[in-house]
């Protein structure tokens, strides 16, 4: 019991931090834009990017991007460090060295680059080609990748960082693709993740779309959870496949696509007039643009919010009627709570505005009051 109140302490403690470092990182990079734009500075990167390059569009695009994101790593990666590096170790949730860490980050920051960069590229030429409807082509690529990245992110991503496994407990195993089985998930393998290289917190997923789909087991969890609660989060899981969560979230992000990028056009179009530029073509409005993106996603971002709240919620109901055991469920809260040191009670702004998820203690709460159906009424539905 007092092992659980520290780790109740703890996870107070680590979770302020964190709302303060959410709350700093929401400010400052609006912040960063405005400064790029008002000062001038986007326009004398787009200078240099046309000197680079001789005025060519598409080489203008590379060196400004590569210009606009060492100005941003400039001020992140300090943040980056403390959030990701001393943090968590100092509260005990990461495995890494310094080293693996830089060199994670390094991995995901030129990942993050040359996919931003090919998706620059093509916005630009799309902008270039259809200056007048350019932002309904953009969201219709956007569409499409957001579902490719949904397809190869398990096969071609998820190896860069970490290491798949058969899972060694085949009773385990067993049980949890029968648990699929029996709600029509077409699984043949279970798959351990290596999610202990860099952290102590535990997790589980379905993986892919189509053929790419795959059930996902961090090694934290096996480790430390029981068969029975193991089984709590895979069913968990099973409620999103269930009721098609991939793809309503995938249609809720494409609505607030669909409008940011609407909004983005108007935006630069304004922009565009009041500085007297003859295309909306001129990479230099590149932080206008994600301004707007950003304005409208953090508009939208309580709404969108509230909405996987209530899919997670729908998603804890299933695991409860499928499994049939509130006090595996309880328990199975609690652990992955004290071991992510999740806040059982995040003050209720903060929750509404930030979290996807229900909080552990409102999930616990539902679980005690819960009274739906049986395991036999839900099976097979």
Not at 21 to 33: E, G, I, S, V, W
Not at 305 to 330: M, P, V, W
Request: proline share 3%.
């Amino acid at each position: 019991m007092e092992n659980g109140g520290n780790r109740t302490i703890q996870a107070t403690r680590y979770q302020r931090i964190r709302r303060r470092l959410t709350l700093f990182h929401l400010f400052l990079t609006p912040a960063l834009l405005v400064i790029l734009l008002w000062s001038g500075l986007s326009f004398g990167m787009r200078e240099n990017a046309w000197l680079l390059t001789g005025g060519n569009e598409w080489g203008m695009v590379a060196v400004y991007f590569l210009l606009f994101s060492l100005y941003f790593m400039i001020f992140d990666l300090p943040l980056a460090y403390y959030s990701g590096f001393a943090l968590e170790h100092e509260f005990g949730l990461s495995n890494q060295t310094f080293k693996q860490w830089a060199v994670d980050f390094l991995k995901k920051a030129g990942l993050s680059f040359a996919l931003s960069l090919v998706l620059l590229e093509l916005l630009y030429w799309i902008i270039r080609s259809s200056p007048s409807h350019w932002w309904l082509w953009a969201w219709a690529g956007y569409a499409f990748v957001s579902y490719v990245l949904g397809k190869v992110f398990p096969v071609l991503i998820v190896p860069l960082f970490y290491k798949y496994g058969k899972l060694e407990d085949k009773i385990l195993e067993a049980n949890v693709l029968a648990l699929a089985a029996r709600f029509g998930l077409p699984a043949q393998n279970v798959y351990s993740l290596n999610l202990s290289k860099t952290t102590r917190k535990a997790n589980a997923a379905f993986m892919g779309i189509g053929r790419t789909k795959r059930i996902v087991l961090s090694d934290t969890l096996v480790d430390h959870f029981t068969h029975a609660e193991v089984e709590i989060v895979v069913a968990h899981e099973l409620g999103h496949y269930k009721h098609h969560d991939v793809w309503r979230l995938l249609g809720v992000g494409l609505v607030a696509s669909f409008l940011a990028f609407g909004t983005g056009f108007f935006g630069i179009d304004l922009y565009t007039r009041f500085m007297e530029w003859d295309s909306a073509a001129n990479v230099a409005g590149l932080p206008l643009l994600f301004l707007v993106f950003y304005a409208v996603n953090l508009a939208l971002m309580p709404l969108m919010n509230a909405y996987s709240r209530h899919r997670e919620d729908h998603a804890d109901q299933f695991a409860l009627r499928a499994c049939g055991n509130k006090d595996t469920f309880i328990s199975c809260m609690r652990k992955l709570g004290e071991q992510n040191l999740a806040d059982p009670e995040p003050p209720a702004w903060y929750e509404w505005l930030f979290y996807d998820h229900p909080s552990i203690g409102k999930r616990i709460a539902m679980a005690k009051k819960y009274k739906g159906q049986t395991d036999s009424q839900v099976s097979g539905k």
